[in-house]
């Protein structure tokens, strides 16, 4: 069997980035991921140790942007649009917690942009009862 060598890990530098944030009413994850869809970063409310309805919150939301924010400066972005997807209440904090942080980390936020998903007929109504 032959060994294939690895190669080291490179850091990368990215100008751009976009951050998806899905907020509902249990958790709230944000991953930032390159204008490709290349995941860069990913936090949830769980993952932090928010446990239960806690996970919820519009503060375990400021926290989990306050997690990814000390991890962006190695990356180089200097510019960022920001996806919110779902009902919860961590969508309004995380833009907080992103807005207030960058001037000092270095970027900018361009775009805010609602991707929740909306039917436009909805599903199939149930058949009518019959008693």
């Known amino acids: 069997m032959t060994i294939k060598k690895r190669s080291k890990k490179q850091k990368r530098q990215v100008d751009s980035v976009i951050a998806h944030v899905k907020s509902t009413f249990n958790n709230t994850i944000v991953s930032i991921t390159t204008l490709d869809g290349d995941v860069l970063l990913s936090s949830s409310a769980g993952k932090l140790g928010f446990t239960g309805a806690r996970k919820g919150t519009p503060f375990a939301a400021s926290q989990v942007a306050a997690e ?14 920001i996806n919110l997807q779902g009902p919860g209440n961590g969508r309004d904090s995380v833009v907080r ?17 609602d991707v929740t998903p909306l039917p436009h007929n909805g599903c199939r109504a149930p058949k009518k009862r019959r008693v």
């Open 68 to 81: 990814l924010v000390k991890s962006m400066p190695p990356l180089g972005i200097k510019k960022m649009e």
């Open 97 to 113: 917690a992103f807005h207030q942080a960058a001037p000092s980390v270095g970027f900018d936020i361009s775009l805010l942009r």
